[in-house]
């Protein structure tokens, strides 16, 4: 049996959540995680190291025989590890579990994402893409688009990037500090102006080699910091899995619509594509549409994503590089799942960091993802505005929820916050 020494990279509590899900196969033999937090250093070494430090990477990978390197999050991607290890004939065969620099333009650049969709013909808002040649064009536009109209900064944002007007004034004024201010510098140089969509939420994962694909547990996160969905938006504060309204019949438009197209789309474009794929999806009465596409996992949808998937995911990954996934299986829980985020006073603006946390030990029924922990002082401390996830299962949903409320009670630390509503719309579930 082939077994892995495996370079899993990102601080977060995704990245916490596969290094669980991990560790439980048979073949997993070393795991590192750069650089981890707190969590993460229960399955495995966590290493000081830059998730874009490609250099470091390369060195470490070849001193410590890592067979495969898993990125958590996007930057990395975007920034092209996967061509950076396919173009060193030394690190050639190892595998890595991401798409290569063109693919992850799927979430790098929205104009991107939305000029394969049209190309595709896969469902998504009407939309125009502007720049400083077309920018005069561009006001006129949004002065005469329906209200609210969608403002996206074109590359990667740090979740800040979407502006939502309800006025044309604020609309333009928008616009006007991405492409002429420079708000989010580079990123913001081409602007996506579309149309608003209305509807419920709900993130879709697969796994794929570029030809098949396997489909995990669906989820559906909690964006808002503010109770009943108020307020500015966070990493996320909480998800929930499965999604009730995500039935067969919903699900088989999804297949045919979005998922299929896309990924003959990508095979059409000669476009390699070995990872994940998160589709971000609305549902307008009943019909699939794409608000985005990711290049990865979300956070913390794999939060609930990981303790659903009952297949060994190294498994799977062994089976993708192997372009093998058309055989493979794949198995989900049939229990519910929910996970509730511990934040610190002040996310998303300004927080502090270095508070220390106790009541770990007392937590019954559920499982501890760490998002932004760190141990000083042989104490577990907080050390970024998103905590400590709280995974629970239950027979539905609302038992689920109801366990970890139960153990974000028993733990401490000063200015903890969370959103006591997660799963709102399906009371009785
Ligand atoms: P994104 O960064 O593309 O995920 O956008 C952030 C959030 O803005 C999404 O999760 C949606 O809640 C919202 N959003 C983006 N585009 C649209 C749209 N066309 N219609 C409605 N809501 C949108
Ligand atoms: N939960 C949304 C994201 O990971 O982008």
Redesign the pocket.
Known sequence: MKSYNILLLGSGGRENAIAWKLRQSKKCKELYIAPGNAGTAEYGTNLPMAVTDFESIRSFCLENHIDMVIPGGEDALVAGIFDFFRNDSSLRDIIVAGPSKAGAQLEGSKAFAKEFMKRQGIPT?AYREFDEKNFEEGIQYISRHTLPV?I?ADGLAA?K??V?SHNHEEAVESFSRMIKDAQFGDAGKKVVI????EGI?LSVFVLTDGRHYVLLPEAKDY?RIGEGDKGP?TGGMGAISPVPFAKEDFMGKVKSQIIHPTIEGLKKEKIDYNGFIFF?L?NVGGDPYV??YNCRMGDPETEVVMPRLKSDLLEMIEAMSAGQLANFAVEHDQRAACTVMLVSAGYPDAYEKGKVMTGLDAVENSLLFHAGTIVRNHEVQTNGGRVLAITSYGSGLQEALARSYENAARIQFEGKYFRTDIGWEFPGQ
């Open positions: 808002a969608v996206k979740g990037g979407v939502i579309e149309e608003f969509l939420e964006k938006n971000g609305i608000i985005e």
